[in-house]
């Protein structure tokens, strides 16, 4: 819709909005909507299915899709995929900071990173772990996310407080609406 959400992050008026105008468009896209998110659960069941044959989901439930029905594929959206990266965080008066930080590079050592990839099933942002990432999974990556694709991210700010609220409200409104 052109709009910039995370720009409205400061100013709940604008957000607000933003999310108003995003609730009236998928009320008016609602008859060729099956479901709302409840569950990447549900999802995948509705794709294996054919209930759904498109979907906006997270890259890892698309890639093990793919695993079992190649003819279903993650791409990143044209207008740029949501991205974030998880952190450590150690508690300001944490009594056990070195092995905190022990266990932090031990997990960040590529081999180990990419054990974690290959469970988890999405990637790591420990520099050389896509390197020991098993093929399949790292095919998988790559065709989602050429590196245009990456280029185009559009990384996930923290959310203010209040914000979650907003749109659990016009979520609810787009439920409720015929």
Do not use: H
């Not at 896209?29 to 069941?45: A, F, I, Q, R």
């Amino acid at each position: 819709m052109g709009k910039d959400p995370f720009a409205a992050y400061d100013d709940e008026a604008s957000y607000t909005a933003i999310m108003e105008e995003v609730g009236d468009a998928l009320i008016a896209c609602k008859p060729n909507v099956k479901t709302y998110w409840s569950g990447g659960d549900e999802l995948m069941g509705l794709l294996r299915s054919g209930e759904v044959v498109a979907s906006m989901a997270w890259d890892t439930g698309g890639w093990k899709l793919n695993s079992e029905m190649p003819s279903i594929n993650f791409v990143a959206p044209a207008s740029g995929a949501l991205g974030w990266i998880d952190t450590f965080a150690l508690p300001a008066k944490g009594q056990s900071d070195e092995a905190a930080y022990a266990w932090i590079n031990f997990v960040m050592k590529p081999e180990v990173a990419a054990l974690i990839t290959e469970s988890a099933g999405n990637f790591t942002a420990s520099q050389g772990a896509a390197e020991f990432a098993p093929d399949a999974l790292k095919a998988q990556f790559q065709a989602s996310f050429p590196p245009e694709a990456i280029d185009n991210i559009k990384w996930y700010p923290p959310v203010p407080a209040g914000l979650e609220a907003i749109e659990g409200g016009i979520l609810d409104r787009v439920k409720a609406a015929n």
